[in-house]
């Protein structure tokens, strides 16, 4: 088995993230490089299709994709700790506080850094940066709204940490690094008193 | 119980047809008029606070919402026929297959629309036209993707009908009906023999 990731992407970093905290290691990480267009070479497309990092390729040649797809499998082979819920009815809750921060904070803001940021624009064709501003203040506004909701519970899901925890993780270190978007400088101290709170765990450093 | 719809909205649809596939006909549903902004209403975001349709409202007060989170639930009350995998193998290959045509398909014609449509300009504001266009060529190439996998395979996710098939029926329906989008008249034929084939189903006339 191997794990297809690009560095400094948030989608690969999500599922490092969700291995780390499973202590899964024994599954080799291979290096895509986004900026040199390999994830679009005939190579790659054989095994993902859609050009798309992740990709988890098994032994018997089958090639897996779609982040969170990917933790479905993980957590069903390496069931513990659990992170996406142990019955149907806390697994869809679960799935619920993940797609909404993957939908209404993580795409906003990847949105804005891909049709904004000049260093995106290799990957990004055509740009869109009226767009891309447009997407940001969407993303500060879910992003204030899970502030409210972090002043009244630990983790993005409730009481525990969860996949939904890692998602907003990845995605606002990714607009950390590229649009310097830091909670505390908005006024938003919940969600940064759970950023810093995550970023100690040792997944956070994958 | 009672499901928040919205009539046409193609993501209520796909909940919709989710339970016609089930048998599932106890669970009463309540429409939301989206064009009177009735989901911004402060009586509607004490349910689901980011304003969106579907939501699943349980008896003891909690609300679900998230198209594909409230599947994962109804699948796991009512599990028959199964839709989204026997094991977590199945399901982490129906999600992907499901994923693809979701972010790749269905979000950007749907993009498309909200961004160009006149008749979205009220829940999509500030529309971008331009980015709108761009979005309508990256679905139909994914389209054409699509189109050549059924060329090969009965269903979106392989061999038998699942939630892949009801997102791609929904978002296509959807696009037919606001962007003229019919396969066919592109040269899509396994895609358009497919639609033809999922609109003769019981299921498809939710």
């Known amino acids: 088995m191997k794990l297809y990731i690009a560095p400094r992407a948030p ?24 900026n040199a267009g390999e994830h679009r070479s005939d190579a790659f497309r054989a095994k993902s299709p859609l050009a798309k990092v992740p990709a988890l390729e098994f032994d018997d040649g089958r090639v897996l994709t779609e982040t969170r797809a990917i933790c479905t499998w993980l957590e069903g082979r390496y069931p513990e700790p659990n992170l996406m819920g142990v019955d149907y009815d806390e697994r869809a809750f679960i799935e619920m506080a993940d797609r909404r921060i993957e939908f209404y904070l993580m795409a906003p803001l990847a949105n804005c850094i891909r049709h904004t940021h000049p260093g995106l624009a290799v990957l990004e064709q055509p740009q869109f940066p009226d767009y891309g501003r447009s997407q940001a203040a969407k993303g500060y506004e879910v992003a204030r709204w899970l502030d409210a909701q972090l002043a009244r519970q630990p983790f993005m899901a409730g009481d525990r940490f969860t996949i939904a925890d890692i998602t907003a993780f990845c995605g606002l270190e990714f607009a950390r690094g590229l649009m310097k978007f830091k909670p505390g400088d908005e006024g938003m101290t919940a969600l940064q008193t759970w950023r810093d709170r995550i970023a100690e765990r040792p997944s956070a450093r994958v």
Chains 1, 2 share one sequence.
């Open 11 to 34: 989608n690969p970093r999500r599922v490092q993230m969700f291995m780390a905290e499973k202590g899964i290691t024994d599954i080799p990480q291979v290096a895509v490089d986004l």
